[in-house]
């Protein structure tokens, strides 16, 4: 990860504008056994902003969604860190975030407890 100043508080405000951070809890494939699983994702129509961040952050995936619905709509490009990569992307931008600073820190303290 290339930490520059600059860089994260961009990502931070682009985060804070374009992203989700989502926990939810679900069962693994063949067990009763359940988990928390963390993300943090980026939405945008622009597949260079998307493949920024993942060169920026270096880890987490990047996915692609066809355009659905009708006129106006357009192909979707997805930015997703999961689980302890979220927890590395959370750090990288909660001293910049705003919008999304508390949930970021639900991330984190998390993590953290274990």
Known sequence: MNYNK???SYLAGLF????CVSIYITRKKNSNYTVKVHTCEISMTNNEVIEWV???MGFGNIYYRKKVGGMGKKPQWRY???HRLALRFAKFVLPYSIVKKQKLEKIIK???ME
């Open 16 to 19: 804070d504008a374009d992203g």
């Open 6 to 8: 600059e860089k994260a």
């Open 54 to 56: 993942k060169n920026l």
């Open 80 to 82: 997703r860190a999961s």
């Open 110 to 112: 998390h993590y953290e």
